[in-house]
């Protein structure tokens, strides 16, 4: 391989703002004009697990159950704050 061509591979823009909007692709459901990002978490095989499970059981996408939950903690009201 010539050259160093992973520099750039996770280099953050210089305005942080620019760096946290940078999103990913739409989410399948959501309104094409819906700005997402996409969020990566390390959880232990058996959390895994029980997250698939519950998902299952409810009928829903481990990724759908957890938007919920994150909705419910963190609202978009900011006076509701915990």
């Known amino acids: 391989m010539t050259g160093n061509r992973s520099r750039h591979f996770a280099a ?3 305005d942080e703002d620019r ?3 940078a999103g990913g692709p739409a989410v399948p ?3 094409v004009t819906a700005f997402t990002a996409r ?3 390390d959880v232990t095989p058996d ?3 029980r997250l698939k499970l519950a ?5 829903s996408s481990v990724a759908e159950m957890l938007r919920a939950l994150l909705e419910r ?3 978009d ?4 704050m915990r």
């Open 29 to 31: 459901g959501q309104s």
């Open 47 to 49: 959390m895994r697990r």
């Open 55 to 59: 998902a299952i059981t409810r009928g």
């Open 39 to 41: 969020l990566t978490i």
């Open 73 to 75: 903690e963190f609202p």
């Open 19 to 21: 760096w946290i909007r």
């Open 12 to 14: 953050r823009p210089g």
């Open 77 to 80: 009201d900011e006076g509701e």
